[in-house]
């Protein structure tokens, strides 16, 4: 089974501090994405990783910015938590390569930002 | 623009069906489906890609209709496990692996 873990399950932080989220996945998928999950709003994607050191923003990049220095492992930075930033955080990974399947989820982190 | 899904609630009872769909404003390619149920990550259900092709899994089927820019999702004979919400995710572009996901249709299952 493809397993998609994330450091924390619950964060609780100060406006302005520097938070990482990290994520790794443990099949070898060159696919990684980094979303919010807001009541009413859905999944809306954050961050979309290829490739190591690759990476696309998605609908809502401000705020944020990622790292992939290895190929199971992504990471979320907020520079500088603001409170319109608590949210659930979900990262998932897929295969790429043109195979057409399903993205698998972490558990998410639920960021609290006081 | 995210996917527009319909309707954003149902309730039913054990045993009946249901249909949830996923309409776009733009050209579909492909469509995914996903389950997420209470305080867990969401869960890949089936990928349909262009041809009207129909897909399933367990007792939960889907169609895709590329000229209508749709996608539905059928619930047969709905059992308790099938409780949480839904979510459609559609490509912003062709052959793009990034997805944007409708807001989620939530269906409960009562016995």
């Known amino acids: 089974d493809v397993k998609v873990t994330q450091s924390s399950r619950y964060l609780v932080k100060r406006t302005g501090e520097k938070v990482f989220l990290e994520c790794v996945q443990d099949?070898?998928?060159?696919?990684m994405f980094w979303y919010r999950q807001d009541p009413g709003l859905g999944l809306r994607l954050i961050y979309f990783s290829y490739d190591v050191k690759m990476k696309e923003k998605g609908d809502i990049p401000e705020g944020y910015s990622v790292s992939r220095e290895k190929k199971e492992r992504f990471s979320l930075i907020l520079e500088s938590a603001s409170t319109n930033q608590t949210s659930m955080y979900l990262c998932?990974?897929?295969?790429?390569?043109?195979?057409?399947?399903?993205?698998?989820f972490g558990p998410g982190t639920r960021l609290t930002v006081t | 623009q995210q996917p527009v899904q319909s309707p954003q609630a149902v309730i039913l009872r054990e045993g009946e069906d249901a249909v949830i769909n996923c309409s776009s404003s733009?050209?579909?390619?492909?469509v995914h489906w996903y389950r997420q149920k209470h305080g867990e990550a969401p869960v890949f259900l089936m990928i349909l890609l262009k041809g009207g092709e129909q897909k399933g899994h367990e007792k939960i089927s889907a169609s895709f209709n590329e000229k209508k820019q749709q996608s539905s999702l059928y619930l047969t004979a709905s059992q308790l496990s099938y409780s949480g919400t839904y979510f459609c995710g559609t490509p912003t572009n062709f052959g793009n692996e990034k997805l944007t996901f409708g807001t989620g249709t939530r269906l409960t299952i009562i016995p």
């Open positions: 998932a990974s897929s295969p790429g390569g043109g195979r057409r399947l399903g993205q698998y």
């Open positions: 099949m070898d998928h060159e696919n």
């Open positions: 733009k050209a579909l390619y492909s």
